[in-house]
């Protein structure tokens, strides 16, 4: 199928993406389940693992992921370029382009933990119009989709209505929360992960590699790719 059916005018805030259809969210769902089943067949068993240049985990589940990602994606959408965490680029020039990291948590994957994904987006004219999320071991699949919202197993999430760093969880690797911790001791306790409920509205609500929660600036040698959440509305 050609990701080239869409349908809607806007998503109000770039007039040059229109939302995908219905077709390629579901095509990219399946695509994502079927690569995440693949890696939770080796998930758990002796696996051929080296060191990338600078030093992070991959492994030969990670490039096989790749693989299937690469030849199934482009029969969603041809014409897109490709930007991977494993593999050298392609097409980065191209309208729209599939942005993929095979197993976004090497580390907890190797390590046995439940804590890795599959993670696929598509942008077009810069802006992503759909991406997918699914953690196998937990059974957790989030879809977004340009002007149509998140959902978590076809239910839709949003952020909390919080809007102070008290009592917010903070993930992030264990390294680096300890770093955290130790220049913003004020900080609610790092955990090492965010564990989801079932019908939670809580989401992820900001992702910073130059700036730590609360607006502090990070210095030039401390820079935390931290995701952290406030805690869930109140009902």
């Known amino acids: 199928m050609n990701g080239d059916d869409r349908e809607g005018a806007g998503d109000g805030s770039n007039p040059l993406v229109r939302p995908p259809s219905s077709a390629l969210c579901a095509s990219l769902e399946a695509v994502v389940r079927g690569a995440g089943a693949l890696a939770r067949e080796a998930f758990g068993k002796p696996i051929k693992t080296w060191l990338k240049e600078r030093g992070s985990p991959v492994t030969e589940i ?13 029969m969603i959408a041809p014409d897109a370029g490709w930007l991977s965490e494993e593999t050298p680029p392609a097409g980065l020039a191209a309208p ?17 933990q439940p804590d890795w994904t599959v993670s696929v987006a598509l942008v077009e004219a810069g ?4 991406a997918a999320l699914y953690a196998p071991v937990t059974e957790e699949f989030f879809l977004a989709a340009a002007g149509a919202g998140a959902r978590r197993n076809g239910i ?9 760093i008290a ?4 993930a992030g690797p264990k390294s680096l929360l300890d770093r955290l911790g130790a220049v913003a001791p004020t900080l609610p306790p790092c955990r090492a992960c965010i564990r989801w409920r079932c019908g939670s509205p809580a989401s992820p609500t900001a992702r910073s590699t130059s700036h730590l929660p609360g607006g ?8 935390l790719p931290i995701f952290w959440c406030t805690k869930p509305a109140a009902r």
């Open 62 to 74: 990670d490039m096989a992921v790749d693989a299937l990602l690469r030849r199934e994606l482009a």
């Open 96 to 112: 729209r382009l599939w942005i993929v990291d095979p197993i976004d948590g090497t580390r907890a994957f190797i390590g046995g």
């Open 127 to 130: 802006r992503p119009i759909v």
């Open 156 to 164: 839709p999430i949003s952020v909390s209505r919080g809007d102070a």
């Open 167 to 170: 009592g917010a969880r903070i």
């Open 216 to 223: 502090m600036p990070a210095t030039g040698t401390l820079r």
